[in-house]
């Protein structure tokens, strides 16, 4: 559904590439999540699989990349947009700023597909409630709060049903119960096999509930690729990009002698408890 072959790509202003040699395939379905330091290329990434990187961005990539059956270096970005979505890292750069209400925002793409009026309609209204604002339909889309914003440009691309979705930290301006919601509703598209998901994302608590796995970038290579359980305990955390509270902790406690050195460290809750439990303090 989605392969990088040996992918490098250099900005037209960088001194040195922002992907390095990338090679990986993330078949249909999957919820794959991208982690990494700050500069490690993940929005870069990001624009690379929505076609951005080169038709956009300009600059220099060689190797090959296919998302949706589609030569991205070979497509228009118009036939892209078709069938990858691109939920960009702030939302005030994806809201279009000419809509007079949400309900619009979120046709408006649709509008440009040419999709009939009663579908339009429908396809609005059920991706309103999917993404937990259909009480805002009517507000302006530009007199919202920050994590409101987030969920309109969400909403704006799912709307669109693309066969790709490429979020780009979508929950950075949500608190944790609108972080939640949205794993949760991309989840459920994805296991619905509705969707094949990328998520950049520095909350690792949800990564590691809600994602199958993990590609964890470092100056614009991959540093690690695999399950939430296996990349998150280690691999993020040597090269910057974190872990989780609960590993955060096994670890304390394991430096202090209150968890065996051979244990695996837990990276989600339920993990967690496990680990600890049986132990007293
Ligand atoms: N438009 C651009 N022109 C030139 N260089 C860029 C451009 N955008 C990003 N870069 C550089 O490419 C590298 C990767 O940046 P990118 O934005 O992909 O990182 P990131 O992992 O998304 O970081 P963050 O966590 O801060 O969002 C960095 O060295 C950055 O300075
Ligand atoms: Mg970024």
């Keep these: ?32 999540a991208v982690v990494g330091a700050n500069g490690a290329g993940k929005s870069t990434l990001a624009y690379t699989l929505a076609g951005f990187v080169p038709h956009f961005y300009r ?11 589609l030569d991205t270096t070979k497509a228009t970005l118009a036939d892209l947009v078709r069938r ?3 939920v960009f890292q702030s939302p005030y750069n994806q809201i279009s700023g000419s809509k007079f209400t949400v309900r619009e925002e979120v046709a408006f793409g649709l509008e440009n597909l040419g999709v009939p009026r009663d579908e339009m309609a429908a396809r609005v209204a059920a991706t309103l409630e999917l993404v937990g604002i ?6 302006s889309p530009l007199n919202l709060s920050g994590g409101q914003m987030q969920r309109v440009a969400l909403a704006a691309v799912l709307a669109m049903q693309p066969q790709v979705l490429v979020l780009d930290e979508p929950t950075s301006q949500l608190d944790p119960v609108g972080a939640k919601e949205v794993f949760s509703a991309v989840q459920a598209l994805a296991a619905a096999g509705r969707v094949t998901v990328v998520m950049v994302e520095h909350k690792l608590e ?19 690729d695999g399950p939430p359980t296996e990349v998150l305990a280690e691999a993020a955390l040597a090269v910057g990009a974190g872990q989780t509270r609960y590993t955060q902790a096994a670890r304390l406690a394991r430096a202090r002698g209150g968890l065996p050195a051979e244990q695996p460290l837990p990276v989600t809750l339920p993990q967690a408890v496990a680990a600890f439990g049986g132990r007293r303090a």
Excluded: H, K, N
């Design 134 to 139: 259909a009480a805002l339909a009517e507000r």
């Design 84 to 86: 990858v979505g691109l």
């Design 1 to 32: 559904m989605l392969s990088l072959d040996q992918v490098t790509y250099q900005y037209p202003t960088g001194e040195r590439p922002a992907l390095r040699d990338l090679t990986l395939t993330i078949p249909a379905g999957q919820f794959c």
């Design 206 to 224: 949800w990564v590691a509930a809600f994602a199958e796995r993990v590609l964890v970038l470092a100056d614009g290579a991959l540093a690690a």
């Design 59 to 69: 600059g220099t990539l060689t190797g090959s990349v296919s998302v949706a059956g």
